[in-house]
């Protein structure tokens, strides 16, 4: 057997090394052959509504004031002498878009490195499976690259904006994702992730919202900017609507989704106070009245440290954490309630509402399911928040203070 084995090997070996046209191994390409895209817009085409825009985004390897390729820029494309090499192309399908944009280029295009997908406004309201869909198939694509949508623009546009300020739109990408964490007011979305609530939230998602924003720079000239929006939300695979960052809070709240965020509140005084919200954990509570959904309680308890206070008062007593408690719970319940009130105009399943359900009650969930969409605006949601400051980190009283109350 493990001579049979050893023979087997030696003759695809042979084979391989004989100039045969059989391909056992993938084939070797020189890098510089190759266009690495890392950023793919997804849009509605201007001239053929029906059909697909797709616009790629690779960065330019060579230095700033040599010769580029004749071809790099076809398509319309990079003609901001950006970072970036940005080309567009057309097609019936996103797959016919693609394979279009090879003809624009004279190098390989290699898929395999893409990051992000950002899919405009307009695409997003006709259907969003449909310019996913050949993303998620094609071996060649990676499964956990990230996606968002962008508002008010075309995901082109978005491209070539950036393209002409200092920074590659790679770059400008990785940089919001981490910083999105310290407001907790949207979130980094892989494809797969979104495949997956799709498929199991009854046609319904929250996608991470992204839009371009003006900028004044150190020359006073005004450039654009990518900033996050909170989240855009889909009902039966089409664009609803948005949930803007002032309440998008909410939402991750809801979906046990706060890294860190800041909540300001009055001390005794009347002065500001910035608490930290260091955690947060939410339970959605079902009651049934025999097989019929009553209410959903919605019940979430958040911790925060005490971040700063401004005045030069004493606020490390138990009134008077009290009473920022009591704030604090105010503000994220009015956020968590808008975001509900949002959600059922809506009429989409995008915060794991019946998934929560099916965990906590699978039996009484299995009665309900295929009625679902139709139960979802008619329920009632009750907000429960429950605030708990921690701690004061280093210091104890505040900057300035001379035991004066």
């Known amino acids: 057997m493990k001579q ?87 097609g019936k399908t996103v797959f016919d878009a693609v394979r279009h944009i090879q003809t624009h280029v004279d190098k390989t295009v290699f898929w395999s490195h893409t990051d ?10 006709e259907n969003i499976a449909k310019y996913i869909d050949f993303f998620t198939r094609d071996h060649e694509l990676r499964i956990e690259a990230k996606v968002y949508i962008v508002k008010g623009s075309t995901a082109k546009e978005l491209i070539e904006e950036v393209n002409k300020t200092d920074f590659f739109i790679l770059d400008k990408l990785d940089s919001l994702g981490q910083n999105i964490k310290l407001l907790s007011t949207s979130e980094e ?50 664009l609803a609507g948005f ?19 800041i909540v300001t509140v009055k001390d005794l005084s009347g002065q500001d106070v910035s608490l930290e919200i260091i955690g947060n954990n939410t339970e959605v509570i079902p009651y049934f009245i025999d097989d019929n959904l009553a209410e959903v309680t919605i019940k979430s308890k958040v911790k925060s440290n005490l971040g ?48 929560k359900i099916r965990l906590r009650s699978p039996v009484k969930w299995k009665r309900i399911e295929k009625q679902w969409m139709q139960i979802l605006p008619e329920i009632k949601f009750n907000v429960q928040v429950d605030s708990v400051i921690e701690r004061s980190y280093e210091l104890r009283e505040p900057s300035g203070y001379k035991g004066k109350e």
Request: glycine share 8%; proline share 3%.
């Open 189 to 238: 979305m892989k494809i797969s992730d979104l495949m997956r609530f799709i498929d199991i939230h009854h046609s319904s998602a929250r996608v991470p919202c992204i839009e371009l924003v003006r900028r004044e720079n150190e020359s006073n000239k005004q450039l654009f900017d990518v900033e996050s929006n909170g989240y855009a939300i889909f009902k039966d695979l089409k």
């Open 308 to 355: 700063e206070i401004q005045s030069q008062m004493e606020v490390i007593r138990e009134n008077s954490i009290h009473h920022m408690e009591q704030q604090q719970s105010t503000i994220l319940k009015k956020e968590m309630e808008d975001v509900f009130e949002k959600v059922l105009e809506f009429e989409s399943d995008c915060l794991d509402i019946c998934d």
């Open 4 to 90: 049979t084995l050893i023979g087997i090997i030696l003759s695809l070996l042979m084979i391989n090394s004989t100039g045969c046209k059989a391909k056992f191994l993938p084939q070797s390409r020189e890098i510089d052959d190759l266009q690495l895209v890392q950023v793919i817009g997804i849009d509605k085409s201007p001239d053929h509504p029906g059909n697909p825009m797709i616009t790629a985004a690779s960065k330019k390897l060579t230095e700033v004031g040599s010769q580029e390729s004749p071809g790099s820029s076809g398509g319309g494309g990079d003609s901001t002498g950006g970072k970036a090499l940005v080309v567009t192309s057309q």
């Open 116 to 125: 992000y997908y950002m899919i405009g406004e307009e695409a997003a309201k």
């Open 243 to 261: 949930i803007g960052r002032e309440i998008s809070r909410g939402v991750n709240l809801i979906t046990n989704n706060v890294g860190s965020s």
